[in-house]
């Protein structure tokens, strides 16, 4: 069955340092892989997805992600975080031709420190 | 509208009651599902229309829940019976289409069951 991991419940950075969200994945083919982000009050905003081709994928507000097959990763970084980065952060999973019937992790929020 | 709109976007029943979720998609979105954000499951994936298909109903944790769109446009999830564990954050996303079309998300009906 497919599965999503995303082993830090809770990271908090420093505004201007570097962050990676870890995600870990489990599905049998080729999946289809996803960053959302949730805002406080706020609808779920996609970040960037992976379908295939280029392994190191940009999204929106300076994130990116690497697909790692070897190691089932998804792994979510920006260098230099924001005040406004502050938010949750969903890895999400779904089967070739099924790209919106995602499967979630359990989610990563993040706190940013002045 | 410019997003996904829901309505109402908290509802507080009392457990046993029918309660009915209202999903407003993106004009000209084809693609509609239905998601269910609760504090220990983290978030599911419950229904899901495509055109005129029928729906993928495989989400859907018990007989109690039930969903219908109507034109192809407004989506209707209803809760019969309702419990306590049926109290979560009631997600709606539409997308132009099923597989590859990124989702946009609505900003939720917060349903508590008393």
């Known amino acids: 069955a497919q599965s999503v991991t995303q082993p830090d419940i809770h990271i908090t950075v420093s505004e201007g340092a570097s962050l990676e969200l870890r995600c870990n994945y489990s599905?049998?083919?080729?999946?289809?892989l996803f960053w959302y982000v949730q805002s406080p009050g706020q609808g779920l905003q996609l970040l960037l997805k992976y379908f295939s081709g280029d392994t190191l994928v940009q999204g929106i507000k300076g994130f990116e992600a690497e697909f790692k097959r070897s190691q089932s990763s998804f792994n979510l970084r920006k260098p230099s975080v924001h005040w406004s980065d502050a938010a949750e952060y969903f890895c999400?999973?779904?089967?070739?031709?099924?790209?919106?019937?995602?499967?979630f992790g359990q989610g990563t929020e993040l706190s940013v420190k002045p | 509208g410019a997003g996904v709109s829901q309505s109402p976007s908290n509802k507080v029943t009392e457990k046993g009651k029918d309660v009915e979720l209202r999903c407003d998609p993106i004009?000209?979105?084809?693609?509609l599902y239905w998601y269910r954000q609760s504090l220990g499951q983290g978030l599911e994936f419950l229904i899901y229309?495509?055109?005129?298909?029928?729906?993928?109903k495989s989400g859907l944790p018990s007989d109690r829940f039930s969903a219908e769109r109507t034109g192809g446009s407004v989506s209707t999830l209803t809760i019969q019976r309702t419990q306590q564990e049926d109290s979560a954050v009631y997600l709606c996303a539409s997308s132009l289409a099923g597989s590859e079309e990124k989702l946009f998300f609505g900003s939720g009906t917060q349903l508590s069951v008393l």
């Open positions: 599905y049998g083919a080729t999946p289809y």
């Open positions: 999400a999973v779904a089967a070739y031709n099924q790209g919106g019937k995602l499967i």
């Open positions: 004009s000209g979105h084809t693609a």
């Open positions: 229309f495509q055109g005129n298909s029928a729906p993928d």
